[in-house]
C-alpha cells in the first residue's frame, strides 16, 4: 500500500507542476479514508482563499457538509464541473470501485463567471462577518488566468482516479 500512497503523491506533484492543477482528494469513503491522511495536505483545498475560509469553524463544516450534494450527482454523472459555495470553479471526477462509491477528485481554482463568484463572496461575508474585500483579493488571487476543459483533463486524472481505486 506504501507503494500505491507514494506513487498518488508523485503524481498530484506532477499534476501540479508540469500542467498547474489545484488537486483534492475529498470525501473519502472509509474504505479509504485511513490512508488519506498518509497523502496529506492533498485531503483539501490549498488555495489561499479556501484556507482563510477554513479559519472559520462555521465556514469549514459547511464545506464538508456541501460534499454530499456533491456524493449525490457523482451517483449520476462521473465527471462535471461546478462551483462550490464560496464561488471557486471545479471539476469534479468520481472515484469508484466495483459501484462503491470511495470519494471525488477535485481540480478546482476557477471562475467561469466573476459575477456570481463576487455574489457567493459577498453572502458569505455578510453571513459571516468577514471582510469582503479581503475575499475578494484572496478570491483574485487564487484563482487560475486559464480554464481547461473536462476534455483536457480526462486523460490526466483518469490514472489518479485509477491509482484511488487501487
Same mark, same amino acid.
Given at each position: 500500500m506504501s507503494d500505491t500512497i507514494n506513487k498518488i503523491k508523485s503524481y498530484i506533484?506532477? !499534476?501540479?507542476? +508540469? /500542467?498547474?492543477?489545484?488537486?483534492? !482528494?475529498?470525501? +473519502? /469513503?472509509?474504505?479509504?479514508?485511513?490512508?488519506?491522511?498518509?497523502?496529506?495536505p492533498y485531503n483539501s483545498h490549498r488555495s489561499p482563499y479556501c484556507m482563510h475560509l477554513k479559519k472559520f469553524n462555521k465556514i469549514q463544516k459547511e464545506c464538508v457538509l456541501k460534499q454530499a450534494k456533491v456524493r449525490n450527482k457523482c451517483s449520476q454523472v462521473k465527471e462535471f464541473f461546478g462551483v462550490c459555495y464560496g464561488g471557486i470553479g471545479e471539476y469534479i471526477f468520481c472515484v469508484e470501485h466495483d459501484g462503491t462509491y470511495l470519494g471525488f477528485i477535485s481540480v478546482s481554482g476557477y471562475c467561469p463567471d466573476k459575477d456570481v463568484a463576487y455574489s457567493k463572496i459577498s453572502e458569505m461575508s455578510e453571513k459571516y462577518n468577514i471582510d469582503k474585500d479581503k475575499l475578494i483579493d484572496l478570491f483574485n488571487a487564487s484563482i487560475k488566468k486559464k480554464m481547461p476543459t473536462l476534455e483536457q483533463l480526462k486523460p490526466l486524472i483518469t490514472p489518479l482516479c485509477a491509482m484511488v481505486e487501487l
Open positions: 506533484k506532477y !499534476l501540479e507542476t +508540469a /500542467h498547474n492543477l489545484n488537486i483534492s !482528494l475529498c470525501d +473519502a /469513503h472509509e474504505a479509504i479514508f485511513f490512508q488519506l491522511h498518509k497523502i496529506a
